[in-house]
Nanobody
Framework: VQLQAFGGGSVQTGGFLRLSCAAN????????VAWYRQAPGKQRDFVAD???????NYADSVKGRFTISTDNAKNTAYLQMNSLEPEDTAVYYC?????????WGQGTQVTVSS
């Protein structure tokens, strides 16, 4: 199973980006699809996830600014990030979970300058 994340870049405060996570199999086979991020020198933190059972969930720090979604026809998950802040600067990783199995994509860098 491969997950490929892309769409990162450099923006100014208040800007927006949309990250994509493309799976090489039907994304519906995952119970949960999630986004995490890791800032320099910090642990990897949860950002958002989505599942058919529970809908979408967000970290408090991104609620109201970020939106997670999936396009089942394209086997792709997205993270729409609006009103970006310097504190959002990190490497963003997508994650797919199926039962006890977890799959990680490579990271994509997001840099927000003030």
């Amino acid at each position: 199973v491969q997950l490929q994340a892309f769409g990162g870049g450099s923006v100014q405060t208040g800007g927006f980006l949309r990250l994509s996570c493309a799976a090489n199999r039907r994304i519906l086979t995952f119970n949960v699809v999630a986004w995490y991020r890791q800032a320099p020198g910090k642990q990897r933190d949860f950002v958002a996830d989505i599942s058919r059972r529970a809908g979408s969930n967000y970290a408090d720090s991104v609620k109201g600014r970020f939106t997670i979604s999936t396009d089942n026809a394209k086997n792709t998950a997205y993270l729409q990030m609006n009103s970006l802040e310097p504190e959002d600067t990190a490497v963003y990783y997508c994650n797919g979970r199926q039962g006890s199995l977890k799959y990680w994509g490579q990271g994509t860098q997001v840099t927000v300058s003030s």
